[in-house]
């Protein structure tokens, strides 16, 4: 049984057939999230310039042969602060999607396996907390612990973590009335059997999904924290603080903020597409 069977709709297995350019816009998605990847893990490959190196004689150069994306107001070869930013990006938006979800896992699960008591003294506090604003919590959060990239990775996981967690908590308290789970029981399964074998299974599929839908939201927050001056701190090359740099100057020097901007645009588009791509293949199984 698949967690996503009860959203099953005789419109899913036709939605490729309806929309023929679908398919396509996954493709471009996974290449540009493997471009992606590719700039985070090898940026020296592909930035012809040192990120950090200043060259005042080249202020505010616009997008040429020389420098395809222009330079900054320090002579920085933008192209190669956005090939360079595209790790500490991704690797912030990766680690606050893995501790939101890592923290919804244990509370959804909690909830779901556990005491009727339980289950609504955890369902209280995640409705409180999934009320607020998930940007707002990061805010509280630094404002309590200061900021820095390590503190904004913290912040955004755990804005995510409520959201996350109240789907984890539905999806295990449905799979625990199925018929499947009921019949394990009637067969005199153990319960650790049902719940190794059955439960956790079906009702964690679709971490993966949220995973990857939640990674683009991660990047665009951990950005706009970077942009407030609560992330990454200048001359970082990273998007977020490359736009709070960029604005000063948008009216003489739009590309110091027009590539950055795209940047995490296409993070945050690739994320999406690709996460709605594997919520339709889960539920058209």
Do not use: K
Request: aromatic share 8%.
């Amino acid at each position: 049984m698949s967690i996503f069977s009860s959203r099953r709709s005789h419109r899913d297995p036709a939605l490729a057939a309806r929309f023929p350019g679908l398919r396509g816009l996954e493709i471009a998605a996974a290449a540009a999230a493997l471009f992606l990847v590719f700039a985070a893990c090898f940026p020296t490959l592909l930035a012809p310039f040192d990120p950090l190196a200043i060259n005042p004689a080249d202020a505010f150069q616009a997008p040429s042969a020389a420098h395809w994306f222009g330079t900054d107001e320090s002579g920085r070869d933008i192209y190669s602060r956005v090939v360079h930013g595209a790790r500490p990006s991704l690797l912030i938006g990766a680690a606050a999607t893995a501790i939101g979800l890592g923290l919804a896992l244990l509370l959804g699960t909690a909830a779901g396996l556990g005491g009727r008591w339980l289950d609504f003294g955890i369902g209280r506090i995640l409705e409180v907390l999934f009320a607020l604003p998930g940007l707002l919590l990061a805010l509280v959060f630094i404002a309590i612990a200061g900021p820095g990239i390590t503190t904004s990775v913290v912040a955004v996981g755990l804005s995510t973590a409520p959201g996350y967690a109240r789907i984890i908590r539905g999806q295990i308290a449905q799979v625990r009335s199925s018929p499947m789970v009921e019949a394990a029981v009637v067969l005199g399964r153990s319960p650790a059997r049902v719940l190794g074998r059955h439960i956790l299974p079906n009702a964690l599929a679709p971490v993966f999904v949220l995973g990857t839908l939640g990674l683009g939201q991660a990047v665009v927050w951990a950005s706009s924290l970077s942009f407030l001056g609560l992330g990454a701190p200048p001359p970082a090359a990273e998007w977020g603080a490359m736009l709070a740099a960029g604005r000063t100057y948008l009216g003489t020097a739009w590309w110091m903020t027009l590539f950055p901007g795209l940047a995490i645009v296409l993070a945050a588009a690739c994320s999406t597409v690709l996460g709605r791509a594997l919520q339709r293949r889960a539920v058209s199984r």
